[in-house]
């Protein structure tokens, strides 16, 4: 299975992007997806994720209250996203999609838990 992350970029503060992550290869028949970002200096952290249906949703606490991510998932292109609205300078990171093959609705917000891993997309903020 390969992830392939896309949609970054440099962006006004204020602005949107929205990030993909498509799978191909052995694609699992339930696989549980997650992002996580990295910003320069900083450790790798979590930042949502999606049961294999699309039915339960995960984000990190330090973004849930905001509302401004959302992740979903489009199954039949095999194909994740994650929006980011009213984008901030702290959002200026490298943004990782992650797979893990499970066998029930699962979110699974540790890093541990994935198997496959994209090669990331920078998304920048400028202000």
């Known amino acids: 299975v390969q992830l392939q992350a896309s949609g970054g970029g440099l962006v006004q503060a204020g602005g949107s992007l929205r990030l993909s992550c498509a799978i191909s290869?052995?694609?699992?028949?339930?696989?549980?997806v997650g992002w996580f970002r990295q910003a320069p200096g900083n450790e790798r952290e979590f930042v949502a994720a999606?049961?294999?249906?699309?039915?339960?949703?995960?984000?990190s606490g330090s973004i849930l209250g905001e509302g401004r991510f959302t992740i979903s998932r489009d199954n039949a292109k095999n194909t994740i996203f994650l929006q980011i609205n009213t984008l901030k300078p702290e959002d200026t990171a490298v943004y990782y999609c992650?797979?893990?093959?499970?066998?029930?609705?699962?979110?699974?917000?540790?890093?541990?838990?994935?198997?496959?891993w994209g090669q990331g997309t920078l998304v920048t903020v400028s202000s």
């Open positions: 992650a797979a893990a093959p499970v066998v029930a609705a699962l979110t699974l917000p540790e890093e541990y838990e994935y198997e496959q």
């Open positions: 290869g052995r694609t699992f028949r339930h696989y549980a």
């Open positions: 999606i049961s294999w249906s699309g039915s339960r949703t995960d984000y």
